[in-house]
């Protein structure tokens, strides 16, 4: 079946780092992949949507400049949190929509991101 | 941003009882997924439902696209404790084809305990 493979699975760091995280569409090809961020015992919430070779569309209160997204190929789509702080630590999850399927979205298994 | 609301928000049962939970929406939807997560891990579709009325199974869940497309629901027969997890209900617009209509809007989730 199709996967989605996120990468790092966790990662511990220092304020003021920039963080990347990747995800990769491992068997099929993904125009569209979208980030969500998930806190402790809550739902998951939308961050960006992801399009390959465009910009990619935040959704209202997500900042741009603080996470930047890059899709620059049809199996990969980045996320960079930049300068991060403790109040980014959080878990960020990825998924993928296969260009030539009717199926809904697969899901990575997502990155735990702590920020100390 | 805009979440749907699930309910119960959490449910303590024994193995074998039946389990149901349903989502509810102000806003119409195409198509409703039903999702279980793990902890630290991603979520994996478990029913994907796309026409009003439709009522679809998988094993021992059964779903039902409610016929306003404001809701839906889930249903599991005879719990496990594998079944022990977080349920998300999610909503989307499109009908998994192109653009921005396949963002998901997700639940607020319902955590199952099963006790053997």
């Known amino acids: 079946g199709a996967v989605v493979s996120q990468h790092p699975s966790r990662v511990i760091c220092k304020s003021g780092t920039s963080v990347k995280i990747e995800c990769r569409s491992l068997d099929f090809q993904a125009t569209t992949m979208f980030w969500y961020r998930q806190f402790p015992k809550k739902s998951l919430m939308l961050m960006a949507t992801s399009n390959e070779g465009s910009k990619a569309t935040y959704e209202q209160g997500v900042e741009k400049d603080k996470f930047l997204i890059n899709h620059a190929s049809l199996t990969l789509s980045t996320l960079t949190v930049t300068s991060a702080h403790p109040e980014d630590s959080s878990f960020y999850i990825c998924?993928?929509?296969?260009?030539?399927?009717?199926?809904?979205?697969?899901f990575g298994d997502g990155t735990r991101l702590s920020i100390l | 941003g805009q979440q749907l609301n699930q309910s119960p928000q959490s449910m303590f049962i024994q193995e074998g009882e039946d389990v149901s939970m349903n989502c509810t929406s102000s806003s119409i939807f195409n198509t409703w997924l039903w999702y279980k997560q793990d902890p630290g891990e991603g979520p994996v579709l478990l029913i994907a439902l796309y026409k009003a009325g439709e009522l679809t199974s998988n094993g021992r869940l059964t779903a039902q696209f409610g016929i306003t497309r404001k809701d839906s629901f889930l249903n599991i027969s005879a719990s496990i404790p594998s079944d022990v997890g977080i349920y998300f209900c999610a909503g989307q617009l499109g009908l998994n084809y192109g653009g921005a209509t396949n963002k998901l809007i997700f639940g607020t989730g319902t955590l199952l305990a099963v006790q053997p």
């Open positions: 998924s993928a929509r296969d260009r030539q399927s009717n199926q809904p979205q697969h």
